[in-house]
């Protein structure tokens, strides 16, 4: 999904957000440091988050609404994730299927071995089907927030839509 913003689009009107509307926070782990996007009332940034208390956001950029020239949001596959999936979930997937070849048919090894799968199989669905949200903002003077977002489908596409409400465009599922 590609959308010219407010400042290039001048029939675009920025929208307040409604009255006591809370900010949207969404934390993406990485492989050292966690990234951060917050959606306040006037303005969309990102950070980095402390990699020991992982609560406070540095080096971040801000972006006002009316400032932004383009929005683009799409999903792809993290290496991370795909890296975290190899070494740990399917592992995990494989010993399960051991134990239900291995369990001749004794109860307790099919249930612990099926629950170990299905693990697997929920993600290997995340990775590889959902995949992670790359949200690019570019604004005035070339200032650009570049985020990737893992986790939580819900909480993105709220956070998308937000942001294309505020800046006066409708609403859209991420492709």
């Known amino acids: ?66 400032y932004i020239a383009t929005i683009a949001a799409w999903r792809q596959v993290d290496v991370v994730q795909v890296i975290l999936f190899a070494l740990v979930a399917l592992p995990v997937g494989l010993v399960g299927a051991g134990f239900i070849i291995g369990s001749d048919g004794q109860p307790a090894g099919l249930v612990f071995g099926g629950a170990l799968v299905a693990l697997c199989a929920v993600q290997a669905v995340s990775t590889f089907r959902t995949r992670a949200l790359r949200l690019r903002v570019v604004g005035l003077r070339d200032k650009t927030i570049d985020v990737k977002v893992v986790g939580k489908r819900k909480a993105r596409q709220r956070l998308v839509d937000a942001l294309l409400e505020r800046t006066g465009l409708k609403p859209a599922v991420i492709p």
């Open 1 to 66: 999904m590609f959308r010219a913003g407010p400042l290039v689009d001048g029939l675009l009107v920025v929208k307040p957000a409604p009255a006591g509307t809370k900010d949207l926070t969404l934390k993406s782990p990485g492989a050292v440091v966690s990234e951060v996007v917050i959606l306040k009332h006037d303005s969309l940034g990102s950070g980095t988050l402390d990699p020991i208390v992982g609560a406070f956001a540095s080096g971040g950029l801000e972006l006002k609404f009316e």
